[in-house]
């Protein structure tokens, strides 16, 4: 069973800084397609931004484009989330997930592992 473990949230100021990290179980991290998900009490999961296994190719939600960069250090099996120039609106539980099959997706059912999650709160 592949287990990821997210560490680095925490609360910051609006228009600071914060970098995510999720490490990942086993010898198979290369293969996988990464993403990061977020999610406010009351409202639908979200993402956030998804990595390619090599790392070439990146894509973002439109609202954090410009602010967040994602990341990976496949020699370490770790996903990385450069948050810049945070906001309120930010606040949410962040995910880390992994999706074996390669098939591109922004949705939460095209993932096949999740961790489980931290807070990141944005003070105005």
């Known amino acids: 069973q592949v287990q990821l473990v997210e560490s680095g949230g925490g609360l910051v100021q609006a228009g600071g800084s914060l970098i995510l990290s999720c490490t990942v179980s086993g010898r198979a991290f290369n293969t996988y397609n990464m993403a990061w998900f977020r999610q406010a009490p009351g409202n639908e999961r979200e993402f956030v931004g998804g990595i390619s296994r090599n790392g070439r190719n990146k894509y973002y939600a439109d609202s954090v484009k410009g602010r967040f960069t994602i990341s990976r250090d496949n020699t370490k099996n770790t996903v990385y989330l450069q948050m810049n120039s945070l906001k309120p609106e930010d606040t949410a539980v962040y995910y880390c997930?992994?999706?074996?099959?390669?098939?591109?997706?922004?949705?939460?059912?095209?993932?096949?592992?999740w961790g489980q999650g931290t807070q990141v709160t944005v003070s105005p």
């Open positions: 997930a992994a999706d074996i099959t390669l098939v591109p997706s922004t949705k939460p059912e095209g993932y096949n592992y």
